[in-house]
């Protein structure tokens, strides 16, 4: 039944001219059917140089709205309409207008993870895997982060020369990892390394043996001669590691980790989206793309040695 699905969401994307962009954290039905899979900046990357029409962003808002941003020219679908961000979703354009001027010296540095809206007012963007990077190279001593006070908090420890202020805001399904967490895990599987994303808390991430974005826990993984390892990173890419390594075992940090969001596109969805009949066509008007732009275009021009 799923391979007659995807046989048709192959067939069908190849007639309506679609690629498929499939973030990490999603099924591995949807993997399995998608051009290109990563994480949300590689993809939006990836998606300016595809030649189709219509490009299928099988994730959450923010991610779409991206792959929008750098390729305005493009029909840009996201596969379910009520896929959010619990953590874009938390801080908007209004909130930091006000918050602005009470830092007014401060370069304002946003996660890729925030709205496309938000972005317009933000100096420079960031992902998880080029945050450190970026904010060293900022001229401004003085940064303010947002909106995940768990990367900032770590950005802050690898770069103690900048003044960085964080705002209360983050990703829940990682901040709800416990230090019980770890404990329970480290008890249950002795001297098997933990990796962790820093969307986790700060006392968590001093825990980990390996702290990275989705993609860097991956090639950890892929690299190391190890060959058992604890994620602390949505479940899917647990689940994602074993399928690749059969013989390795991959132990979720927390059962916690699901993001509920990115588990509401199904193998349907992604089906009705190339037919025509699912999903959402993002539209951004040509101030927004071009204000937002600049956040990321920023953020090309600081990710260097
Ligand atoms: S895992 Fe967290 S940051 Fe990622 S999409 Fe879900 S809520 Fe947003």
New binding site residues.
Partial sequence: MIRDIQQEILRLKKENDICILAHS?QAHEILEVADHTGDSYALAVKARSVPNKTVLMCG?RFMAETVKILSPEKRVVLSHPEAG????DMMDKDIIEQVKPLYKDYTVVAYV?TTAALKTICDVCVTSSSAVQIVKNIENKNILFIPDCNLGAYVAAQVPEKNIKLLSGG????AAVSREDVENAKALHPGVKILVHP?CRPEIVELADFVGSTSEIMDFARSSEDTEFIIGT?LSIAEHLQYEFPDKCFHPLSVGLV?K??RLTTLVDVYNCVRGMGGEEIELDADTIRDAKHCIDEMIRLNHE
């Fill in positions: 954290y959450v961000c619990a953590m874009a993870n990703c829940p399904i990682h969307e949505e993001c969001n990115m």
